[in-house]
């Protein structure tokens, strides 16, 4: 069966640091991957997704970036964060059109 | 732009009763349609599917779609304790591989 890994589960960051969040796939081939970002009390908002390796769709210009250095692996990535960047970031996976995503344990990341 | 509706509530109802949660789409062309379950604090679990006119049920939850009136909606019979969580229901449309999400519902049962 399919199963998807994010972490860390919590990170506390101070403000200009970096960020590097990983997501892997396990039990399926060539997936949709998706990073979004949930506020407090607010919907999913998405940020970024990929259909295959290096291929990458930028949904809200910012200061984070994605990458998919291989056909699993989903990291979510900034250089400097800002205190806007707090939030519960989630990985997705889908197969395709028409089916539905699912989703990691998320990571609650505070910015201090 | 797509947009997905949903009451935020919150919507209260006692143990043993049917709750009716609702959601409304913009995207005449949608095809698939969704609703999720995310506890306080974790995590959006896929609970329910469907793609086609009319009701699809699996256990105590019933998921009904009227493509004509751009309305799905999710019926939670005997409800309990546990199914207290806020509810986003997830549309997706041609060929996307993108789904938009609603805001979600937070759901009471009152024991």
């Known amino acids: 069966s399919q199963t998807i890994h994010q972490w860390p589960a919590t990170l506390v960051q101070p403000v200009g640091s970096p960020l590097s969040l990983e997501c892997t796939v396990e039990g399926t081939s060539n997936p949709n991957l998706y990073w979004y970002r949930q506020a407090a009390g607010r919907g999913l908002q998405l940020l970024f997704y990929s259909v295959g390796i290096g291929q990458i769709s930028s949904e809200v210009p910012q200061n984070l970036s994605a990458s998919r250095p291989q056909d699993r692996q989903f990291i979510l990535s900034s250089k400097k964060l800002l205190l806007s960047d707090s939030g519960f970031y989630l990985c997705?996976?889908?197969?395709?059109?028409?089916?539905?995503?699912?989703f990691g344990d998320g990571t609650r990341l505070s910015i201090l | 732009q797509k947009e997905v509706e949903q009451n935020s509530g919150p919507l209260s109802v006692p143990e043993g009763a049917i709750a009716s949660l609702n959601c409304t789409y913009s995207?005449?062309?949608?095809?698939?349609f969704f609703w999720y379950r995310q506890y306080s604090g974790k995590s959006p679990e896929l609970i329910m599917s469907i793609y086609s006119n009319g009701d699809k049920e699996d256990g105590r939850f019933t998921a009904q779609l009227n493509k004509a009136s751009q309305y799905v909606s999710l019926l939670i019979r005997d409800s309990q304790p546990s199914d207290s969580a806020t509810y986003l229901c997830a549309v997706g449309s041609g060929s996307a591989r993108q789904l938009t999400f609603g805001s979600g519902t937070q759901l009471t049962v009152l024991p």
């Open positions: 997705a996976w889908g197969t395709g059109p028409y089916q539905p995503q699912r």
């Open positions: 995207d005449r062309v949608s095809q698939s």
